[in-house]
């Protein structure tokens, strides 16, 4: 059971709560590229563990991430002119460069050198698989930026859904670990079949199991964790376990086991204290991944029919998620749309910032208290001048993937070579020999 004052500990993360400032110890991601694709083009606005950023590409193209705050008299910088190198703030007209350097003072005489006393709050960015990644940590403590697990290297297809949601951070990553509630929740999507792994089609994700109530076993490390969720499979139950396996990367990133085609995370970043930004991501082979405006549609996750111009959800606790009553009674068994639009139509009716004080778990939740135990000892760690969970020596390796497949019960998932899908060759990830992986 968890104590109140420890879900205040893992769901906080602003005005200096020790879970914001262990995630600052990671490169954070900010927004996407394609929200800062033009140069000189228009600056957005980003709120990331309770601080106001701007998010702005220069005429050369580099990426700028501002206090949104202009330090001069404080009105926002998402208004200013992106021009000529910089972005200058529209109520006193001063210019800042990419670095938080002021490169122009109108209002002040030239005489008075005040542009060299003043450097705008600025953080080191990056730009990688389509997001803006940032350093929000000690600016004497940058680490090197290190690709994520879901895109290892340059010619990786990235293709990601993003959704703002109004909702504690932690919930949302609880769900995205919880491999039980997919036979139920996802059940007309994720649909059971005579196949020996999880299959995609342009409709459906295929699995190989009817079994409902998997068997958890989890295997900790320094960058999180990793857990199989061990179910009957439709066929050769007798000597074979269909197992899926996920991989919590702390802080905020789950690797999901994968199809047949393309490989699956999700990521979450806090904004604040009771919203934050949702990424769902396929990745993989660019032969065989969904490109970025198929991946959003087969998902429901679209701007215009699915998201407002700020990836605000359409479809929400007000108009019911887009509940389809008589699909339902023709089968369907959430009548929601898409795989993420189910779980959201979960976690966001949980409430903000949901009082786990009040959760009665059960031998399904055995990744949820995992992770709950070794984020909050994560934070008590960095309190105590220890490093922060998944840095340093303890990153997660680039061997580290989720897998799904039906294996012979003699065989221990832990050592099972879960490699990541690249190829056409392989039935499931792990199974071939004849692929070359990349990362």
Same mark, same amino acid.
């Given at each position: ?14 005005? @200096? ?53 202009? /330090?001069? *008299?404080? /009105?926002?910088?998402?208004?200013? *002119?992106?021009?000529?190198? @910089? ?5 006193? @007209? ?48 940058? !680490? ?11 010619? %990786? ?10 909702? #504690?951070?932690?919930? !949302? ?43 958890? $076993? ?25 197992? *899926? ?22 990521? #979450? ?18 032969? $065989?991944?969904?490109?970025?405006? %198929? ?8 701007? &215009? ?10 479809? #929400? ?16 068994? %959430? =009548?929601?749309?898409?795989? /993420? ?14 009082? *786990?004080?009040?959760?009665?778990? =059960? ?21 105590? =001048? ?10 997660? /390796?680039?061997?580290? #993937? ?8 003699? $065989? ?17 990830? &792990? ?9």
């Amino acid at each position: 059971m968890i104590t109140k004052e420890e879900n205040e500990l893992l769901c906080r993360v602003e005005n @200096g709560a020790p879970m914001g400032g262990l995630m600052k110890q990671h490169w954070v991601p900010i927004c996407l590229s394609e929200e800062v694709a033009e140069a000189d083009g228009d600056p957005v606005h980003a709120r990331i563990l309770g601080e106001n950023l701007v998010v702005f590409r220069d005429s050369d193209g580099q990426i700028g991430v501002l206090d949104e705050a202009c /330090p001069h *008299r404080g /009105p926002s910088l998402v208004y200013g *002119r992106n021009e000529e190198g @910089g972005l200058r703030c529209l109520y006193h @007209g001063w210019k800042f460069d990419v670095h938080g350097n002021v490169m122009e003072m109108v209002s002040e005489p030239a005489s008075s050198g005040f542009t060299d006393k003043v450097k705008h709050k600025a953080y080191p960015a990056k730009e990688w698989a389509g997001m803006i990644w940032a350093w929000m940590g000690d600016e004497d403590k940058v !680490v090197e930026f290190i690709p994520p697990r879901w895109a290892p290297t340059a010619d %990786t297809r990235v293709s990601i859904a993003k959704a703002i949601l109004p909702v #504690n951070w932690a919930q !949302v990553l609880e769900g995205a670990i919880d491999s039980a509630h997919s036979s139920s929740l996802h059940s007309s999507d994720m649909v059971p079949a005579r196949v020996h792994g999880a299959e995609a089609n342009d409709k459906n994700w295929l699995r190989p199991s009817t079994d409902k109530a998997p068997r958890l $076993q989890v295997q900790k490390d320094g960058y999180g964790f990793r857990y199989a969720a061990i179910r009957r499979p439709i066929f050769d139950a007798q000597s074979h376990d269909y197992v *899926r396996t996920t991989v919590f990367v702390a802080p905020w990133t789950v690797l999901i086991p994968p199809n047949n085609l393309y490989n699956v995370a999700n990521v #979450n970043v806090p904004m604040d204290d009771e919203n934050m930004v949702f990424y769902f991501i396929g990745w993989g082979h660019p032969s $065989q991944t969904p490109e970025t405006a %198929t991946w959003r549609k087969f998902l429901h996750l679209s701007v &215009g029919p699915d998201l407002d111009e700020r990836y605000r959800l359409l479809r #929400n606790h007000e108009n019911r998620f887009g509940q389809d009553r008589q699909a339902m009674k023709a089968g369907n068994f %959430t =009548g929601i749309k898409g795989i /993420p639009n189910q779980d959201m139509a979960m976690w966001l009716t949980m409430g903000r910032l949901v009082d *786990r004080t009040r959760d009665r778990l =059960g031998a399904s939740d055995l990744a949820v208290v995992e992770f709950r135990k070794q984020m909050i000892a994560a934070v008590n760690d960095v309190a105590n =001048g220890k490093a922060a969970i998944g840095t340093g020596e303890n990153a997660v /390796p680039n061997t580290v #993937n989720a897998f799904q497949r039906v294996i012979p019960k003699e $065989q221990d998932w832990r050592t099972y070579p879960a490699l990541p899908v690249w190829t056409g060759n392989e039935i499931q990830a &792990g199974t071939d020999d004849n692929y070359t992986v990349k990362g």
